[in-house]
């Protein structure tokens, strides 16, 4: 048999199949066998590169992750803003339309799947937290903008309750259940110096993904 001279060719096109599929249709609804004859590749091919659906996915996370993470990176580089503005940019830039309508649907609720639970907690303790909230908020302390003695401690606060407690993909979620948990985080950190990180424009539309998440079809057991 030939030998794939661009595999890199492949996992892009396994990749960029599986993602839209999973927008469509959902991780549970979206089988491995649907990504084999939307490809048009083998399953020798498919598992040559990815050992099942579950992996495929991680993939495609980090490759979403790997977009934000030069979004956030410019953020922490920007010398004009303070640590404050950053803070800000960054809660403004973590919510882009398309890649959180997407996130909303394709993730099941993570609840019902504590490896991707797993995995947001992760991101947020080895990853989020340490590499650009905290700096942003050493730099804050720095330059008299937020208040605390505890800059790892309130960067993981802050990141467990917007991307754990207040994201609707984790359960089933009212938008008026997000409205008052969006008042509530308000109030918790205007003691630190950083009054309404959520403004209206970031609570409505957290109420219109919590909304959209509603009206996914229910999770099913995918193959994979």
């Given amino acids: 048999m030939a030998r794939n001279k661009h595999p890199e060719v492949t996992i892009q ?90 996130m909303v649907r394709m993730l099941p609720y993570l609840l019902d799947n504590p490896k991707f639970l797993a995995m947001e907690l992760r991101n947020i303790f080895v990853e989020s937290a340490p590499q650009f909230i905290e700096p942003i908020i050493r730099q804050g302390i720095a330059d008299g903008s937020i208040q605390t003695d505890h800059p790892r401690e309130l960067a993981e606060a802050m990141l467990v309750l917007t991307d754990i407690w207040g994201n609707p993909t984790v359960r089933p979620t009212t938008p008026e259940e997000m409205k008052a948990r969006c008042a509530v985080f308000n109030q918790m950190f205007t003691s630190f110096g950083i009054p309404a990180l959520l403004d209206r424009e970031i609570i409505d539309y957290l109420m219109g993904l919590a909304e959209l998440a509603q009206h996914r079809p229910p999770d099913g057991a995918g193959n994979g």
Avoid: C, M, W
């Fill in 13 to 102: 096109r396994i990749l960029d199949t599986a993602e839209r599929l999973f927008i469509e249709k959902g991780y549970d609804h979206a089988s491995l066998q649907d990504i084999i004859d939307a490809t048009g590749l083998s399953k020798g091919a498919i598992y040559h590169h990815f050992a099942s659906k579950v992996d495929i996915f991680y993939a495609v996370f980090d490759r979403i992750g790997q977009h934000d993470t030069a979004v956030l990176s410019a953020i922490l580089n920007d010398n004009t803003l303070n640590g404050l503005d950053k803070l800000r940019a960054v809660f403004k830039a973590s919510l882009q339309p398309e890649r959180q309508d997407n």
